[in-house]
């Protein structure tokens, strides 16, 4: 938001439309991404009451819902009336049609709920909240395993149109491995992805698991990626979204059928 307000600062009353879009579009985009960011922590407080009874992780995401909405009136404010308030953001029947502002009401009304829920709460039992407050603090205990699974992999970036595609990996973590999913679809925006659970083979650590032939269209290529956790709850998807693009694009071998490519 600091760069953002340097433009504005430095381009004065010479402003385009084109400059004033794209310095809105910047700030919707900045205050989601902060909304998020405070959300995630709400959320994962919130669990941990849920878990451990402690009213001291409310608190926590009580805060943290709060800056959470803060940021989402920033971003209204920022969209003001530039955008149409019926945004086609998805399916109208998903509810992913209109504007951010009819968002608030709701997630006002959520925020209002907890300190009524604060109130109303009788712990069942005193409980021992060292764990709770640990995580809380971001501070793993001695000896905790806090790393996700290792996955090694050779991306399949070739295969035959209509016929089974194996995925194959190599798992490994020291407190074992909980999950490994296999999540894949037509390169087609309007496609869900499906999912398999990558079972044990006869090699140590290695998990497979085989996409159906007519799962394999040959209009389209193929996309995929994969989902690991292990038995504490780390996790982490392949390909890595921190370094790489998150999935890996199969491209078909097929006949006279054209090649789309569609995201």
């Given at each position: 938001m600091?760069?953002?307000?340097?433009?504005?600062?430095?381009?004065?009353?010479?402003?385009?439309?084109?400059?004033?879009?794209?310095?809105?579009?910047?700030?919707?985009?900045a205050?989601l991404?902060?909304?998020?960011?405070?959300r995630?922590?709400?959320?994962?407080?919130?669990a941990?009451?849920?878990?451990?009874?402690?009213?001291?992780?409310?608190d926590?995401?009580?805060?943290h819902?709060?800056?959470?909405?803060?940021?989402?009136?920033?971003?209204?404010?920022?969209?003001?009336?530039?955008?149409?308030?019926?945004?086609?953001?998805?399916?109208?029947s998903?509810g992913?049609?209109?504007?951010?502002?009819?968002?608030?009401?709701?997630?006002?009304?959520?925020?209002?709920?907890?300190?009524?829920?604060?109130?109303?709460?009788?712990?069942?039992?005193?409980?021992?909240?060292?764990?709770?407050?640990?995580?809380?603090?971001?501070?793993?205990?001695?000896?905790?395993?806090?790393?996700?699974?290792?996955?090694r992999?050779?991306?399949?970036?070739?295969?035959?149109?209509?016929?089974p595609?194996?995925?194959?990996?190599?798992?490994?973590?020291?407190?074992?491995?909980?999950?490994?999913r296999?999540r894949?679809?037509?390169?087609?925006?309007?496609?869900?992805?499906?999912?398999?659970?990558?079972?044990?083979?006869?090699?140590?650590?290695?998990?497979?698991?085989?996409?159906?032939?007519?799962?394999?269209?040959?209009?389209?290529?193929?996309?995929?990626?994969?989902?690991?956790i292990?038995?504490?709850?780390?996790?982490?998807?392949?390909?890595?979204?921190?370094k790489?693009?998150?999935?890996?694009?199969?491209?078909?071998?097929?006949?006279n059928?054209?090649?789309?490519?569609?995201?």
């Amino acid at each position: 938001m600091s760069l953002v307000g340097e433009a504005e600062k430095r381009v004065g009353k010479d402003r385009s439309k084109e400059f004033n879009s794209t310095m809105v579009d910047l700030k919707i985009l900045a205050n989601l991404a902060l909304y998020h960011s405070r959300r995630i922590h709400a959320g994962l407080s919130y669990a941990l009451f849920k878990q451990a009874q402690d009213v001291a992780a409310l608190d926590d995401a009580i805060a943290h819902e709060a800056q959470a909405i803060q940021a989402w009136e920033q971003l209204v404010a920022a969209a003001g009336d530039v955008y149409n308030d019926d945004l086609m953001m998805g399916l109208p029947s998903a509810g992913l049609s209109g504007h951010w502002k009819d968002e608030l009401g709701a997630l006002k009304k959520g925020l209002n709920a907890l300190p009524q829920e604060r109130e109303n709460f009788r712990p069942a039992s005193t409980q021992n909240n060292a764990s709770v407050a640990r995580l809380l603090n971001r501070q793993p205990a001695p000896g905790d395993d806090d790393e996700p699974p290792t996955l090694r992999h050779q991306p399949v970036t070739s295969a035959p149109a209509e016929k089974p595609l194996t995925i194959t990996a190599v798992v490994q973590d020291k407190s074992g491995v909980k999950a490994v999913r296999l999540r894949y679809r037509s390169v087609n925006q309007y496609q869900d992805f499906r999912t398999l659970e990558m079972r044990p083979m006869g090699k140590k650590d290695e998990y497979q698991a085989i996409i159906p032939a007519e799962h394999v269209v040959p209009q389209w290529d193929l996309m995929y990626f994969i989902e690991v956790i292990d038995n504490r709850g780390n996790g982490k998807i392949y390909p890595d979204p921190e370094k790489e693009t998150p999935y890996v694009v199969v491209r078909l071998q097929r006949g006279n059928v054209p090649n789309r490519t569609r995201r």
